[in-house]
């Protein structure tokens, strides 16, 4: 399996940024997809999840109400609003291995490439 998140940029605080999650390789819709990011210097954290048909989705407490997941039968989306400096990150998506855990970034099977979101003050 193969993924790759793009959309990544630089905006500044209070903008808006939408990523997106392309899987290749594997039925892409048959699995729950998440997305987490790292800051410099700190651990990898999650952000939100989504189930494979998309009627539940998670959040982390940091970005809910902000940060919306969603999904088409290709592409995992991740709509970011009201974006502050804290939120600068490399983010990336992966494929949820199964089980009912889905913030822990272990029970993700596949990892893409990040991109790159820095929010200036």
């Known amino acids: 399996v193969q993924l790759q998140a793009y959309g990544g940029g630089l905006v500044q605080t209070g903008d808006s940024l939408r990523l997106s999650c392309v899987a290749s390789g594997r039925p892409f819709a048959n699995y729950d997809m998440g997305w987490f990011r790292q800051a410099p210097g700190k651990e990898r954290e999650f952000v939100a999840a989504?189930?494979?048909?998309?009627?539940r989705t998670y959040y982390a407490d940091s970005v809910k109400g902000r940060f919306t997941i969603s999904r088409d039968k290709i592409t995992v989306y991740l709509q970011m609003n009201s974006l502050k400096s804290e939120d600068t990150a490399v983010y990336y998506c992966?494929?949820?291995?199964?089980?009912?855990?889905?913030?822990?970034?272990?029970?993700?099977?596949?990892w893409g490439r990040g991109t790159q979101v820095t929010v200036s003050s």
């Open positions: 989504i189930s494979r048909t998309g009627s």
């Open positions: 992966a494929l949820h291995g199964g089980g009912s855990y889905y913030t822990p970034s272990a029970a993700y099977d596949y």
